[in-house]
DNA sequence: TTTGTTACTGCAACTAAGTTGCGTTATATT
DNA sequence: AATATAACGCAACTTAGTTGCAGTAACAAA
């Protein structure tokens, strides 16, 4: 179930992830805005925004929940899939924008992928 | 600093892993040994085990923390890298021997990558 | 076989990301 | 303005994993 009504919480929180096109840990956010909006809903308002297709999430090299803006999906349907890179220098995360080519596996189906890639940024490599 | 002496948890430990070519999770470890091993042990032994290059680890799609036999590594050298499978249906994690070809990412250094392929494994599919 | 060193173990207490229940507040509709 | 209920804040909880420390056991030397 997703958003409903446009409250301030949504605004702000919507204004993080396009101020720059970069992935937001929810730690990151409970950190910055934690005085001023409960953690428990920035929890909930980015697991909402995610069902929306405004959002997707994905679990960084420490286990923590990323979230970075969706392109083209919607509510009923998600298919914005993509690698990321975490630098390992900066910890700064983002999403790469290339399809997967994925290993030839067989007897299995495959549903969903993840590939987190590590290493150097730009600005952490110059 | 990896295993200096052969004990008892040591040998119980890559028992489980010998009797199955299958990876395990510490919690599942922890809950089946639980009330013979101490959790804490449990932790400490893999993660001497995987200093020593006999066990590798990964984060399985909600990050818990898996554990699968390393071919050819050791305590200097930790090539063994390679996607993993988990399966939806039953919760089985195996690793793939396969490469995994990156896709190209400019202006950016690459030092590790970990591909998460989740679908239904050759048991549940059929 | 005994002794001594110290790696390893168990326990209890802790850490931290994320969740849940519930009473209150604020958004949107009539 | 009155109403319905989505969304919020708070406190308490859950759970995988960690830490400190005192006691135990592996292993080598005597
Ligand atoms: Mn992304
Ligand atoms: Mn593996
Ligand atoms: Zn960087
Ligand atoms: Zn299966």
New interface residues.
């Given amino acids: 179930m997703g958003i409903i009504r446009k409250t301030k919480t949504v605004e702000i929180l919507l204004n993080e992830f396009n101020k720059n096109e970069v992935a937001i840990s929810a730690k990151k956010l409970i950190d910055s805005l934690g005085n001023t909006i409960n953690k428990t809903t920035i929890y909930r308002v980015l697991d909402k925004l995610e069902d929306d297709g405004v959002l997707h999430s994905f679990?960084g090299?420490d286990?923590l929940k990323w979230y970075a803006k969706c392109n083209g999906c919607s509510s009923s349907k998600h298919t914005d899939m993509h690698?990321h890179?975490q630098c390992?220098s900066c910890g700064k995360v983002d999403c790469?924008s290339?399809?997967?080519?994925?290993?030839?596996?067989?007897?299995?189906?495959?549903?969903?992928?993840?590939?987190?890639?590590?290493?150097?940024?730009?600005v952490c490599?110059a």
């Fill in positions: 679990l090299k286990g690698p890179f390992l790469i290339t399809n997967v080519v994925l290993p030839n596996i067989p007897n299995r189906q495959i549903e969903f992928s993840q590939l987190l890639i590590q290493g150097k940024c730009e490599c």
